[in-house]
């Protein structure tokens, strides 16, 4: 009896020692991530201050469900448990996730890992970052079409003016990309969609 008591209490200990391994290893994973990014210049400090006019058209159009003020550790997992609990069932991706996946870049080995790091990444930004602090980030290196990353030089190549300066419908069109970056070659759609997008933030400043 006695072999077999401690035989069972190893089996415990090994199923509760597997999961924290692998937590561990993929914390760690992300860690890796960051570091990198830091070192090539893809993550640096960025501003926390107020939103420009395109800034802000981007952040309603594309994060209204999920955008917070001030950071929240790891809120992405309180996302996802309050998504299986039925408690708020979130209907986009927050900007923790889109720069996540920005700095891990193509996927890579199985799908599940690459969404797990994906995750870890997430929750570690949003340790260290508000909303406001990881759009710029995320911008930095948007696809806005037409070859344009980043919200600076699309803003030039599209507007002929700093991203700053635009407009609520120069800032609209330009959110219009993000979802579809060919837009650009149907005017008529591009326009309908730009307009949608302002109707859609006019309605929350109210």
């Not at 035989?7 to 990198?36: E, K, N």
């Not at 909303?131 to 037409?146: H, I």
């Not at 002929?160 to 970056?181: F, H, I, Q, V």
Request: aromatic share 10%.
């Amino acid at each position: 009896m006695r072999v077999v008591f401690i035989f069972v209490v190893l089996l415990v200990l090994l199923a509760l020692a597997l999961p924290t391994t692998f937590a561990v290893s993929y914390w760690l994973d992300g860690r890796a991530v960051i570091t990198r990014a830091e070192q090539s210049g893809a993550l640096r400090p960025a501003l926390a201050g107020r939103l420009t006019t395109a800034e802000y058209m981007i952040a309603m159009s594309e994060f209204r469900e999920t955008w917070r003020t001030q950071a929240q550790p790891c809120r992405t997992f309180a996302n996802i448990w309050s998504d299986l609990t039925g408690e708020f069932v979130s209907t986009g991706m927050p900007v923790s996730q889109m720069l996540s996946t920005s700095l891990l870049g193509e996927r890579r080995g199985t799908s599940i890992r690459w969404q797990m790091q994906r995750l870890i990444v997430a929750c570690q930004l949003e340790r260290r970052y508000d909303d406001r602090q990881m759009l710029r980030l995320w911008l930095e290196d948007a696809y806005f079409g037409r070859e344009e990353r980043g919200i600076e030089a699309s803003a030039h190549a599209y507007f002929g003016k700093s991203s700053s300066e635009l407009d609520s419908n120069e800032s609209a069109r330009l959110a219009a990309l993000l979802k579809g970056p060919g837009m650009r070659s149907n005017p008529e759609r591009w326009t309908e969609r730009a307009r949608l997008i302002q109707n859609r933030v006019a309605e929350i400043a109210r």
